[in-house]
């Protein structure tokens, strides 16, 4: 037998490193994964609240403009509310003298929903004391 001895180390030391670079790399991975994945789902749902607001002007626009006629055509847009926003109410008031106020109110998607502290617009104080949240718009237009 030859004198040399080869030494390898501690025997225990380098066993499972591999392993575990794996699981750390993995972890990682998993965790950009559903940050991505929670960006989109904000973002899909930003979209909607967004595109239930425009259906909102283009309502409220419209109930201006059939009232400044004096067509029976806003009955039907306060029908067809319903249909394109959930919950739908619409009101249109006096403000006095010319001024009147078109009002919408809806049910509010999860992430557009007001806080508390923030104050109702003019013409929305009906959202106060209702269950589900509620979004509001209101256009002025001149009869």
Same mark, same amino acid.
């Given at each position: 037998?030859?004198?040399?001895?080869?030494?390898?180390?501690?025997?225990?030391?380098?066993?499972?490193?591999?392993?575990?670079?794996?699981?750390?790399a #993995?972890a990682?991975?998993?965790?950009?994964?559903?940050?991505?994945?929670?960006?989109?789902?904000?973002?899909?749902?930003?979209?909607?609240?967004? =595109?239930?607001?425009?259906? $909102?002007?283009?309502l *409220?626009?419209?109930? =201006?403009?059939? $009232?400044?006629?004096?067509?029976?055509? /806003?009955?039907?847009w306060?029908?067809?509310?319903?249909?394109?926003?959930?919950?739908?109410?619409?009101?249109?008031?006096?403000?006095?003298?010319?001024?009147?106020?078109?009002?919408? #109110?809806?049910?509010?998607?999860?992430?557009?929903? *007001?806080?508390? /502290?923030?104050?109702? $617009?003019?013409?929305?104080?009906?959202?106060?004391?209702?269950?589900?949240?509620?979004?509001?718009?209101?256009? =002025?237009?001149?009869?």
């Amino acid at each position: 037998m030859s004198g040399r001895t080869v030494h390898r180390g501690p025997r225990g030391s380098t066993r499972g490193v591999a392993l575990l670079e794996v699981v750390i790399a #993995m972890a990682l991975m998993t965790m950009c994964g559903l940050g991505l994945l929670n960006a989109q789902l904000g973002l899909a749902r930003h979209t909607m609240a967004s =595109a239930a607001r425009t259906r $909102a002007a283009f309502l *409220a626009d419209a109930l =201006a403009e059939a $009232a400044q006629t004096g067509a029976p055509a /806003s009955e039907l847009w306060k029908s067809r509310a319903s249909t394109l926003l959930p919950d739908a109410r619409v009101t249109v008031t006096s403000a006095g003298g010319v001024a009147s106020l078109a009002t919408l #109110m809806w049910t509010a998607q999860r992430d557009e929903a *007001a806080p508390d /502290s923030q104050q109702a $617009a003019a013409g929305c104080e009906g959202s106060v004391g209702v269950q589900a949240p509620r979004s509001c718009l209101s256009l =002025a237009f001149a009869k």
